[in-house]
């Protein structure tokens, strides 16, 4: 019984997402990978892959068509599963991979067993949900950071997609690559250091404490309309889901459309003036006081520890 | 041209849901129009105005904007909030076969009736604030054969050219697409801020048409019917282990190094 997954390739590079769902689906069964860009092949070696499946002719970034590339697959191969990163995109690929294939779908699972049960987290973390897809085939959308990375080596084998695939009816006029500087994409960060109100629109302290500790930088709501920062780094109920090691909410009160993008990180730190702001509730640990005396501070204590 | 905006009612996004067995307890809270279903419509709306004679949406406008709901039949409550804001009419399609179903029967429903109704754009909120699964908009372009402007914080609709354009940003970057009509669009909050009913609208909306439709009336043949079975079954649903009571010290001049000292007892660093 094989398992497909979806291989995440962005500027050149497969994203390290790749190799959570190679993880995963290989507690299934044999995992072939679905590639479309052919350079990229060297760097599908790092996991454990058993077999790739490289598609040419069709474009990655185009929902309807990677949802033909796969549907196709899915009859020729009968998969007992198909696996992709619950991303914006990932999960539209997922949508329509489930009508042309009759099967069903769970989207933002954060863990998969063996027999195919998914684990889901919903309202902010509150419950936790185990679900099955009944259908011959799963169509399954899998958070980032929802498991360690099988690091087993493989050289797997190498196949070409035949299928003939129609063109998608939208035209992509521009594409300008979100600017990624030198930190790491947020949902993908195993540390988030965010900002809120609290910052008067002022990020550099926080910044600079996220670069120190190799974080991504995200913003509340109140912060991202404010314009203070960009609405892609935007955490919440509306925004972006992250799941990092270690989130740090600086200036954030907390309110339950945060905390849905936010509640389900390992550990969680605030910083904060207001003693009885809700992110306190759920922080394992918390700092009563400003920002602008307590993280330049950290940054400091953190830049002294390293060599 | 004619407007479709899909909208859902939903448990108040503002108190705490909670589960009634294992499906999500829709009678015990607060019902009200998915929040993120309110840019669409506010979109829909703008459209329309930026292309009528008069300025405003309506019968004058020669324009036609429909909400197109499937739920309880106490989700009319939300259809009359879209059709206070200014939508022109509302269909409702309730059934007790579709208690239960998952967004492959959801957007099975949807489609049949979007189909039959001549519509240029279809306009939907990115996700609604119960489920988040965010999918509908995608399968009802695939189930339709349409193209998809989805998440799209800016649009630009040329009613006389047939084409919608939008940016979006995603994972991938941030894109600007195009399409001819007919188009799926979905838009996040950040497009623009819903107005609030007017009393006049609000009155006006009483005498609106809402139109509620079993399967049946829509066109399920009796033997379709099973396609609209979930494929989910849940199997448990658990709450969450109550989080140990956190750490919170005030700042006296040290808490900077504190927190730092907080991550390597935790050996974040």
Known sequence: ?307 | MKIAVCVKQVPDSWVEKKMDGQVIDRLGVDAVLNDLDEYAIEEALRIVEANSPTGSAGSESGHEISLICMGPERATEALRKGLSMGADNAILISDPSLAGSDSLATSLVLAKVIASGNFDLVMCGTESTDARMSVIPAMLAERLGWAQLTHVHKLDIDVSKSYAQGVRSTEIGIENISADFPVVVSVPDKINVPRYPTFKGIMGSKKKPLIIKTLDEIGFAAETVGMLAPWTAVNDVIPRPPKSKGIKIVDTGNGGNELVAFLEEQRVI
């Open chain 1, 1 to 307: 019984m094989s398992v497909v997954i979806l291989v995440d390739e962005f500027d050149g590079k497969v994203a390290r997402s790749t190799g959570e769902l190679a993880t995963f689906a290989a507690r299934i069964g044999d995992v072939t990978a679905v590639l479309f860009d052919e350079n990229l092949l060297p760097q599908l070696s790092e996991f454990c892959i058993d077999k790739v499946i490289v598609v040419s002719d069709a474009n990655r970034n185009s929902p309807a068509e990677v949802a033909q590339v796969l549907s196709q697959i899915v009859k020729e191969k009968s998969p007992k599963a198909i696996l992709v990163t619950s991303t914006i995109t990932g999960k539209e690929i997922a949508a329509r991979t489930a009508i042309r294939t009759n099967s069903g779908i769970i989207t933002d699972a954060i863990d998969l067993a063996s027999d195919l049960t998914t684990t889901q987290s919903i309202f902010g973390g509150a419950l936790i949900v185990k679900a099955r897809v009944q259908s011959s085939c799963a169509i399954i959308a899998i958070r980032s950071n929802s498991v360690d990375i099988d690091v087993t080596k493989s050289s797997p084998g190498i196949e070409r997609f035949s299928g003939s695939i129609s063109e998608s009816l939208e035209r992509v006029l521009s594409v300008e690559m979100a600017a990624k500087g030198n930190r790491p994409e947020l949902t993908e960060a195993t540390i988030v250091v965010s900002g809120g109100a609290g910052t008067k629109g002022d990020f550099g302290p926080l910044e600079e404490f996220a670069d120190s500790l190799g974080a991504a930088v995200g913003a509340s709501r109140a912060a991202t309309d404010a314009g203070w920062y960009p609405h892609s780094s935007q955490v919440g109920q509306t925004g972006k889901t992250v799941r990092p090691q270690l989130y740090v909410a600086v200036g954030i009160s907390g309110a339950i459309q945060h905390r849905a993008g936010m509640q389900t990180s390992k550990l969680i730190i605030a910083v904060n003036t207001d003693a009885d702001a809700p992110i306190f509730d759920i922080a394992d640990f918390g700092v009563v006081g400003d920002l602008f005396s307590v993280i330049p501070q950290a940054t400091a204590a953190i830049k002294a520890k390293k060599p």
